[in-house]
């Protein structure tokens, strides 16, 4: 009987569920998107440093990204910054280039590996089944906008000094185009000179002084963004041409620095068209989307943007816009 209850007791205790451990489930790991992010030089400009920065911000570790970076202004070496992202077997290929043409051949090759291609900032010449979304800046528009500003002030002659971006961007080509179409519809617009500067102040500064130790006469400089007008001004306070508001000389930037709405706000300049360089939470929602496999409704995000004008920029103005 002693045997008996021994072994009852033995057979309790292998199936008392008081003593039998659960195991414990096994959390699915979070998958780590890897992104290569191509774009230009950092360096280049205020609006490039804000965007670089922004894009640093959001594709972390902490976020669910390993991000690497590669930088150029030329486009046959992002191109092949590309091709080295793609043998490296990332994700997404975030592209911001720095010329329009050329990309197609990186961009088949992408599709081919199974490499989800997202353009920011910049529009590029290639069939869009080649990319899954563009967020971009309307470059023409922003011309548009600055040059009916311009056409806005009513001036008898408009003698135009053009200070141009790197040849063949989409910044230079969209803020080019509306001034170059403007000056052949009008008899009164002259273009005094047009030049590359590269987004550069002091090639800028280089090119304005050239006109004025020839002695040309203008009334207007153009500069495709704010680094180059900020350099234009550099040669006029040197000349000791007056510039601003009621003087001879107006003044027009593109990317809205915030000491650039500062100089707009005091009256030393004209004109600042904005271009918004913070596209990085655009582009996590479009992969957030791809990465469910959904469809992405709207292929083309075209960033809000405006112009500011000396006689009405508010100090909110440039609070909330200048970068």
Request: hydrophobic share 45%; glycine share 6%; net charge neutral.
């Amino acid at each position: 009987m002693k045997k008996l209850l021994v072994l009852v007791a033995a057979l309790t205790v292998l199936v008392s569920p008081t003593f039998a451990k659960p195991k414990k489930a096994k959390k699915a790991k979070a998958k780590t998107i890897k992104v290569g992010i191509i774009n230009n030089d950092p360096n280049e400009s205020g609006y490039r440093t804000a965007n670089d920065r922004d894009m640093k911000a959001t594709f972390t570790k902490e976020k669910g990204y390993t991000a690497s970076f590669a930088y150029s202004l030329k486009n046959d070496e992002q191109i092949a910054a590309a091709q080295k992202f793609i043998q490296d077997e990332v994700d997404y290929l975030l592209i911001s280039a720095a010329g329009t043409s050329g990309w197609d051949s990186v961009l088949k090759d992408a599709k081919d590996a199974g490499v989800k291609v997202i353009l920011f900032d910049r529009t590029i010449d290639a069939d869009a089944s080649l990319y899954a979304a563009s967020i971009v800046s309307d470059m023409a528009q922003e011309g548009e906008t600055a040059v009916a500003w311009l056409k806005g002030q009513k001036k008898d002659v408009v003698n135009v000094i053009h200070l141009q971006g790197v040849m063949g961007s989409a910044a230079q080509i969209g803020r080019s185009g509306a001034l170059d179409k403007e000056i052949a519809a009008n008899a009164n617009w002259n273009m005094v000179t047009q030049q590359t500067a590269e987004w550069n102040a002091e090639k800028a500064q280089q090119i304005v002084q050239a006109v004025i130790d020839a002695k040309k006469p203008f009334n207007v400089i153009y500069a495709e963004n704010d680094d180059m007008a900020k350099g234009a001004v550099a040669a006029l306070d040197k000349a000791n041409i007056s510039h601003g508001v009621g003087k001879d000389v107006i003044v027009m930037g593109f990317d809205c620095n915030k000491w650039a709405l500062q100089e707009l706000k005091a009256g030393n300049w004209n004109y600042d068209g904005q271009c918004n360089p913070f596209q990085a939470s655009y582009i996590v929602s479009i992969i957030e989307q791809l990465e469910k496999g959904q469809t992405i409704a709207n292929k083309t995000i075209i960033m809000k943007e405006k112009g500011f004008d000396a006689a009405t920029i508010t100090d909110d103005d440039v609070n909330n816009y200048g970068i």
